[in-house]
Each structure stands twice: as C-alpha cells, then as structure tokens.
C-alpha cells in the first residue's frame, strides 16, 4: 500500500517535496515511480528510482529542478520539486513494483501498486 503526501498550493518558483510511504516488506524490492495527471491531459512519468535508488529517470520537463530518492529504511520515497511553474499542476502518484536491482521504468503498465495521488497546484 501507498499512500502520497505533501502537495500543496504554492506559487511560481516554489518548492515542494512530495512523499510516497510504503507498507510490507517489499519496498526494498521495488522501483517507484512518480507521475501526474493534470485536468483534462493523460496521466504522464515524472520521475523514477531504482530499488536500491542507484539508477534515476526523470522526464524532460523536470531535469534541473525535481530529484527523486528513497529510505528503504523508512520505506518512502521522495519527489523534492524546485522552481515549480504552473505547468507543474496535477494529481501526483506514487507507483511502485518489485523489479530486478538496477532497473527502474517509464511506462505506467510496468507498476502494479498505485497510492491515491496528492494535489500540486502552482499559481500564477
């Protein structure tokens, strides 16, 4: 189970940080994902980390302002957003699935486990 946490209201050039908390004893195992959804557009990938977080993917749109890490020790994950724009507001998931060491993916079809999503909305 996934539960996403720590999206807000904020402006233009702001910082969020975003939580993805975990329950069992898989997430060491598994390779999370972010994504977001934004009215009206189809849900896309944001970031995403390895299970032992050596390997990061990131969409274009975000390199150089958002970094994704992990605690498997806390079992959660991390989405740190800087300079956000309005472009930036959506509906953000956490996702994860358990995979081999070192592979982290793109596409919404590899994860199976989904947390409820958390509301950014960065004003103008």
């Known amino acids: 189970q996934l539960q996403a946490s720590g999206g807000g209201l904020v402006q233009v050039g702001a910082s969020l940080r975003l939580s993805c908390a975990a329950s069992g004893r898989i997430f060491s195992s598994c390779a999370v994902g972010w994504f977001r959804q934004a009215p009206g557009k189809e849900r896309e990938f944001v970031a995403g980390?390895?299970?032992?977080?050596?390997?990061?993917l990131k969409a274009d749109s975000v390199k150089g302002r958002f970094a994704i890490s992990r605690d498997n020790a806390e079992t959660t994950a991390f989405l740190q957003m800087n300079s956000l724009k309005p472009d930036d507001t959506a509906v953000y998931y956490c996702?994860?699935?358990?995979?081999?060491?070192?592979?982290?993916?793109?596409?919404?079809?590899?994860?199976?486990?989904w947390g409820q999503g958390t509301q950014v909305t960065v004003s103008s």
């Open positions: 980390i390895s299970s032992g977080g050596t390997v990061t």
């Open positions: 996702a994860a699935d358990e995979t081999v060491s070192g592979y982290v993916a793109r596409s919404e079809k590899a994860y199976h486990y």
